[in-house]
């Protein structure tokens, strides 16, 4: 029977973690790791959006000039690269409440989402979160952070011998706990960075930021059942609320200015 060389599992382990940590910053300092490029992400991104257009029947008229009014005052505060691209803006007739998102300059709705999102603050609450991960490049580091970890539990299986029982059981363990110990709590930190990043541009845009914290109390309304936290891709809807809060001086303020600069948005809701 072959058993683990601790010292070469440690390296192994220290050298992938080390990875998931390096090469550059998100725009809240947070360091990323990054393997794809801007013309692979916008392929990607132009591909699921039509996607989406096939299997989803678009919304009528007035949701549609609703959305893209709100859309269009998020995306003129972004930075000057992506204010550049030609945003593509879609409402889909969908129950579900969902948004989106992608790289390459593409945002979707279901007009669901517009039964939640009760007023164009909230839903510029809805929107400016889904942007904040594609400025973030949340898609480029999750897919860069899974293909680094199946790459080291690949490494890993190798100098270990998984082609024991005690093998294969200990690299089951140690698939769940790159699940839960890597991959998880990226995902939930992203959502809570894109709330950050949404906060600042749904201010600066003109949008009060404190119906940030009334959109995500109506998402709590109408969900169902979550998970634990710690097996979730998401924060918990209290965490989200509190972090929403924390940084809502900094955001009243920012908001103020754009009232005072003139930036004061009027999407008709219908």
Same mark, same amino acid.
């Given at each position: 029977?072959?058993?683990?060389?601790?010292?070469? *599992?440690?390296? +192994?382990?220290?050298?992938?973690?080390?990875?998931?940590?390096?090469?550059?910053?998100?725009?809240?300092?947070?360091?990323?790791?990054?393997?794809?490029?801007?013309?692979?992400?916008?392929?990607?991104? @132009?591909?699921?959006?039509?996607?989406?257009?096939?299997?989803?029947?678009?919304?009528?008229?007035?949701?549609?000039?609703?959305?893209?009014?709100?859309?269009?005052?998020?995306?003129?505060?972004?930075?000057?690269?992506?204010?550049?691209?030609?945003?593509?803006?879609?409402? /889909?007739?969908?129950?579900?409440?969902?948004?989106?998102? +992608?790289?390459?300059?593409?945002?979707? *709705?279901?007009?669901?989402?517009?039964?939640?999102?009760?007023?164009?603050?909230?839903?510029?609450?809805?929107?400016?979160?889904? *942007?904040?991960?594609?400025?973030?490049?949340?898609?480029?580091?999750?897919?860069?952070?899974?293909?680094?970890?199946?790459?080291?539990?690949?490494?890993?299986?190798?100098?270990?011998? *998984?082609?024991?029982?005690?093998?294969?059981? +200990?690299?089951?363990?140690?698939?769940?706990? @790159?699940?839960?110990?890597?991959?998880?709590?990226?995902?939930?930190?992203?959502?809570?960075?894109?709330?950050?990043?949404?906060?600042?541009?749904?201010?600066?845009?003109? /949008?009060?930021?404190?119906?940030?914290?009334?959109?995500?109390?109506?998402?709590?309304?109408?969900?169902?059942?979550?998970?634990?936290?710690?097996?979730?891709?998401?924060?918990?809807?209290?965490?989200?609320?509190?972090?929403?809060?924390?940084?809502?001086?900094?955001?009243?303020?920012?908001?103020?200015?754009?009232?005072?600069?003139?930036?004061?948005?009027?999407?008709?809701?219908?």
């Amino acid at each position: 029977m072959r058993w683990f060389r601790p010292l070469a *599992v440690t390296a +192994l382990c220290t050298t992938l973690l080390a990875g998931l940590a390096a090469c550059t910053t998100s725009p809240t300092g947070r360091s990323q790791l990054l393997l794809m490029s801007n013309e692979q992400l916008g392929e990607m991104g @132009a591909k699921a959006f039509d996607q989406y257009q096939q299997k989803l029947p678009a919304a009528d008229a007035p949701n549609q000039r609703y959305v893209q009014c709100v859309a269009q005052a998020i995306v003129a505060e972004l930075p000057a690269e992506q204010r550049r691209q030609n945003w593509e803006v879609e409402v /889909f007739q969908a129950d579900e409440p969902n948004a989106f998102a +992608l790289p390459g300059g593409y945002m979707g *709705v279901n007009s669901g989402m517009l039964k939640v999102a009760e007023n164009q603050a909230q839903l510029a609450t809805v929107l400016g979160h889904e *942007v904040g991960h594609v400025l973030a490049n949340h898609a480029n580091e999750r897919a860069s952070t899974e293909n680094a970890t199946e790459l080291g539990l690949s490494v890993l299986s190798s100098a270990s011998g *998984v082609d024991s029982a005690s093998g294969e059981q +200990l690299m089951g363990l140690l698939g769940m706990g @790159a699940q839960y110990g890597i991959l998880l709590p990226f995902s939930r930190r992203h959502e809570s960075e894109a709330d950050t990043i949404g906060l600042e541009l749904m201010a600066n845009a003109g /949008f009060d930021p404190r119906e940030s914290v009334a959109l995500w109390q109506n998402m709590q309304r109408a969900g169902g059942s979550a998970p634990p936290e710690w097996m979730s891709t998401h924060p918990s809807q209290g965490q989200r609320i509190s972090g929403l809060e924390a940084g809502m001086p900094q955001a009243l303020d920012a908001y103020e200015n754009a009232r005072s600069a003139g930036r004061t948005p009027n999407c008709s809701r219908p």
